[in-house]
Structure formats: structure tokens, C-alpha cells
């Protein structure tokens, strides 16, 4: 036999281990994620949406290409990635001028993209579109 003394760990020190490898899990899954925004997923030439679609002075959100389009004045509309600069999320809604995401508080101007509130730092970059007729093109 060894001269070393034998270390057998508890049940309690085996579930105490287990448990901060779950918490330590859960906390990497909150983490903030990358810095840069995942790119739209359309290709050029896909169809978006119609233009009857987008309200005058709203927008939609298309979260499968994680694009929205607004039409801040009737004829005129603008594309942005729908994906907030702040953690990631999706934006959630489309009110009058303003992209709101509801996950942390952040706005975005509807026209632009720049931020308006929130802890979001930089603007949703915008995305190229082509309004062919009714229709809403990715260019």
C-alpha cells in the first residue's frame, strides 16, 4: 500500500462542484455576445416584402433575415439589420420614427438608424434594398 493518504470527496463536494459548473454555464449563456451584429441573411434579388406592407411612418420586421424596413414618408423606404447593436436581440417593434428593442430599452430612428435611447452605443447599419414596382428587393 501507498504511504499517501487516500482523498475520497464527499457526495456534498461533488454536488457543490456540479452546481458552480451549472451556474458558470447559465452566466456564459447572459453574456453580452459578440460586438458585431449578426449581417442580414437575404441575398441580392431576394424578395422582402410588398410595399403594402410597410406602413407609412411605421416598419416591419422580417426576423428570419433579421432585416427591418421602414417608410418613414409615404415612397420612401430605408432597410437596417434588425439585430440591436446593445446585445444582439432582435428589434421588437416599429413605432411612428422610432425601432424599438423591449429586451434592455434601446430606440433607433426609424429613418436613419442612428440611436435615439437605451444603452445601445452605435446605429443599426443599414442595409441596401431596391423597391421594384410593389415590391421590396435585397439589393
Known amino acids: ?9 464527499t457526495r456534498r463536494i461533488v454536488f457543490h462542484g456540479l452546481g458552480a459548473i451549472g451556474v458558470a454555464a447559465a452566466l456564459a449563456g447572459c453574456g453580452g455576445g459578440s460586438s ?13 416584402a410588398a410595399t403594402s406592407e410597410v406602413p ?5 420586421i422580417l426576423s428570419d433575415q433579421k432585416i427591418v424596413i421602414t417608410q418613414p414618408t409615404e415612397g420612401d423606404f430605408k432597410a437596417f439589420t434588425a439585430v440591436c ?22 430606440s433607433f ?5 442612428e440611436v435615439e435611447g437605451g444603452p445601445a452605443g ?7 434594398i431596391d423597391v421594384q414596382g410593389d415590391r421590396i428587393l435585397a439589393a
Open 1 to 9: 500500500m501507498s504511504d499517501r493518504p487516500s482523498f475520497r470527496p
Open 36 to 48: 458585431e451584429p449578426a449581417a442580414p441573411e437575404a441575398a441580392a434579388g431576394d424578395e422582402l
Open 56 to 60: 407609412v411612418g411605421g416598419g416591419l
Open 85 to 106: 447593436t446593445h446585445q444582439g436581440n432582435t428589434v421588437t417593434a416599429v413605432e411612428g420614427a422610432t425601432i424599438e428593442c423591449s429586451f434592455h430599452g434601446s
Open 109 to 113: 430612428s426609424a429613418e436613419t438608424g
Open 122 to 128: 452605435s446605429a443599426l447599419a443599414a442595409v441596401a
